[in-house]
T-cell receptor, first 116, second 113 residues
């Protein structure tokens, strides 16, 4: 069964450093997403991406965050200057179309980011 | 805005017990409703979904019925197994933003042999 692959599974970084979280979505999917889950809290939407541009973003997704699809397979989330409160599990997801009403997403297994 | 409220965990059951995890929602329009499951060390997996009122989603012995009158989508299973131990998330996608999922806080289920 096709999978969404995320790397690394766990990353530890110093506060103020830049991090890039990587994702390989399912190859024929067109919509890509990032969600995060702070420990013990809800899974929260960050951003959706389609046709090489952001289609929606939440208030969490401020100027510190950016997303990119640098080639035909990878989808990355960059945090420019990490803060302690960025520590969370980050999930990448993809879907064949943008309407989640009929089609649930396929999620990756997540990257646990720890900012120290 | 949209929101999902799940019963708080953790929930611990013996094998073959009956499971209910409550989920209620607030949303604009007519949302689609989902249950996702996260097994240890794995990603979120779609367990079942329902896209309109009175629909029943089912998979792997789990069921949930979309109840518009009570704005609920409770997850049930008649006889749980140790392998069902996981975190279960209720989620919705509303007509206001079809490209986003709004999640509940998750319920940790542990099934003991």
């Amino acid at each position: 069964e096709p999978e969404v692959t995320q790397t690394p599974s766990h990353q530890v970084t110093q506060m103020g450093q830049e991090v890039i979280l990587r994702c390989v979505p399912i190859s024929n999917h067109l919509y890509f997403y990032w969600y995060r889950q702070i420990l013990g809290q809800k899974v929260e939407f960050l951003v959706s991406f389609y046709n090489n541009e952001i289609s929606e973003k939440s208030e969490i997704f401020d100027d510190q965050f950016s997303v990119e699809r640098p080639d035909g397979s990878n989808f990355t989330l960059k945090i420019r200057s990490t803060k302690l409160e960025d520590s969370a599990m980050y999930f990448c997801a993809s879907s064949p179309r943008g309407d989640a009403r009929g089609y649930g997403y396929t999620f990756g297994s997540g990257t646990r980011l720890t900012v120290v | 805005g949209d929101s999902v409220t799940q019963m708080e965990g953790p929930v611990t059951l013996s094998e073959e017990a009956f499971l209910t995890i409550n989920c209620t929602y607030t949303a604009t329009g007519y949302p689609s409703l989902f249950w996702y499951v996260q097994y240890p060390g794995e990603g979120l997996q779609l367990l079942l979904k329902a896209t309109k009122a009175d629909d029943k989603g089912s998979n792997k012995g789990f069921e949930a019925t979309y109840r518009k009158e009570t704005t609920s989508f409770h997850l049930e299973k008649g006889s749980v197994q140790v392998s069902d131990s996981a975190v279960y998330f209720c989620a919705l996608s509303s007509s206001g933003s079809a490209r986003q999922l709004t999640f509940g806080s998750g319920t940790q289920l542990t099934v003991l042999p």
